[in-house]
T-cell receptor, first 114, second 117 residues
Framework: DVKVTQSSRYLVKRTGEKVFLECVQDMDHENMFWYRQDPGLGLRLIYFSYDVKMKEKGDIPEGYSVSREKKERFSLILESASTNQTSMYLC?????????????FGPGTRLTVT | AQKVTQAQTEISVVEKEDVTLDCVYETRDTTYYLFWYKQPPSGELVFLIRRNSFDEQNEISGRYSWNFQKSTSSFNFTITASQVVDSAVYFCALSEVLSGSARQLTFGSGTQLTVLP
């Protein structure tokens, strides 16, 4: 079974702090994604990566950056956290760069910025 | 731009009732993929089904069935004889394919299904 793990289930940070969210997958998937989930808005894509050191912006990249130094690990970085970044963050991976493959999700990190 | 609409925000049924979750999509392309995911209270989205735009056959998997109709741009999901464990948020998603590789997955806003004992 594919396993996608995220470093924290719950996180509380202060405004202006730098925040790192880590995601690791164990199935040698090429693609990795970061989404945020907000009530009534579904999932919105922040960034994705289809290879090591490669990254592409999704729909809402502003205020975020990402890092993929190893194939299995994809990090989401909030350079200076703001209250409007309070949300559930979901990491996912899929087999190849073709989005037609199903994505496997981690359990999510609920981030609160105060 | 592609769009997925799940008009039902919340549905509540009593155990053993059948329930249908609606999904309507918009796309300009002729080649695309549709997905359904389940998000139980634990939070982790679980993949349920993928269907490509050329395959309009309905699919059944146990108590789950899916009705894909290109004419109405709908991909509805029916749970037969619902159970309490079916309580979750269900997401419909769409992925367009352009020039041999797919674009991003677009999710609907989700339907919260509550099955009461």
């Amino acid at each position: 079974d594919v396993k996608v793990t995220q470093s924290s289930r719950y996180l509380v940070k202060r405004t202006g702090e730098k925040v790192f969210l880590e995601c690791v997958q164990d199935m040698d998937h090429e693609n990795m994604f970061w989404y945020r989930q907000d009530p009534g808005l579904g999932l919105r894509l922040i960034y994705f990566s289809y290879d090591v050191k490669m990254k592409e912006k999704g729909d809402i990249p502003e205020g975020y950056s990402v890092s993929r130094e190893k194939k299995e690990r994809f990090s989401l970085i909030l350079e200076s956290a703001s209250t409007n970044q309070t949300s559930m963050y979901l990491c996912a991976s899929s087999l190849s760069k073709l989005f037609a493959y199903e994505q496997y999700f981690g359990p999510g990190t609920r981030l609160t910025v105060t | 731009a592609q769009k997925v609409t799940q008009a039902q925000t919340e549905i509540s049924v009593v155990e053993k009732e059948d329930v249908t979750l609606d999904c309507v999509y918009e796309t300009r392309d002729t080649t695309y993929y549709l997905f359904w995911y389940k998000q139980p209270p634990s939070g982790e989205l679980v993949f349920l089904i993928r269907r490509n735009s050329f395959d309009e056959q309905n699919e059944i998997s146990g108590r789950y069935s899916w009705n894909f109709q290109k004419s109405t741009s709908s991909f509805n999901f029916t749970i037969t004889a619902s159970q309490v464990v079916d309580s979750a948020v269900y997401f419909c998603a769409l992925s367009e394919v352009l020039s041999g590789s797919a674009r991003q997955l677009t999710f609907g806003s989700g339907t919260q299904l509550t099955v009461l004992p």
